[in-house]
């Protein structure tokens, strides 16, 4: 079974960055998308971004121009680098795997999810 662990969440002031990654371990097979998605207390869960196997990348509208994924695939790590923080960006965050094409999935078709890192931005 896949397992995902995110890691690098913490309280920034806004405008300061963080880098969150994600480790899998245990087989994988067929997985092609990753993503990340946030979740704030009393609000729905929502992705951030997401890249396919190719590379190919999306970006909420929210977060664009500020928040990039990468993954590593010798390290077999996702990343999500977030730059220019707001408040607004203070949320539970969750890498998420899929065995779908990005954009065949929708946010309740990933087959794995992370346990959630916290990301805490103050004004």
């Known amino acids: 079974q896949v397992q995902l662990v995110e890691s690098g969440g913490g309280s920034v002031q806004a405008g300061g960055s963080l880098r969150l990654s994600c480790a899998a371990s245990?087989?994988?097979?067929?997985?092609?998308?990753r993503a990340w998605f946030r979740q704030a207390p009393g609000k729905e869960r929502e992705a951030v971004a997401t890249?396919?196997?190719?590379?190919?990348?999306n970006y909420a509208d929210s977060v664009k121009g500020r928040f990039t994924i990468a993954k590593d695939n010798g390290k077999n790590t996702l990343y999500l680098q977030m730059n220019d923080l707001k408040p607004e960006d203070t949320a539970m965050y969750y890498c998420?795997?899929?065995?779908?094409?990005?954009?065949?999935?929708?946010?309740?078709?990933?087959?794995?999810w992370g346990q959630g890192t916290q990301v805490t931005v103050s004004s």
């Open positions: 245990g087989y994988q097979y067929s997985v092609y998308c």
């Open positions: 998420a795997a899929s065995h779908r094409y990005c954009s065949d999935v929708g946010a309740d078709g990933y087959n794995y």
């Open positions: 890249i396919d196997g190719d590379g190919t990348t």
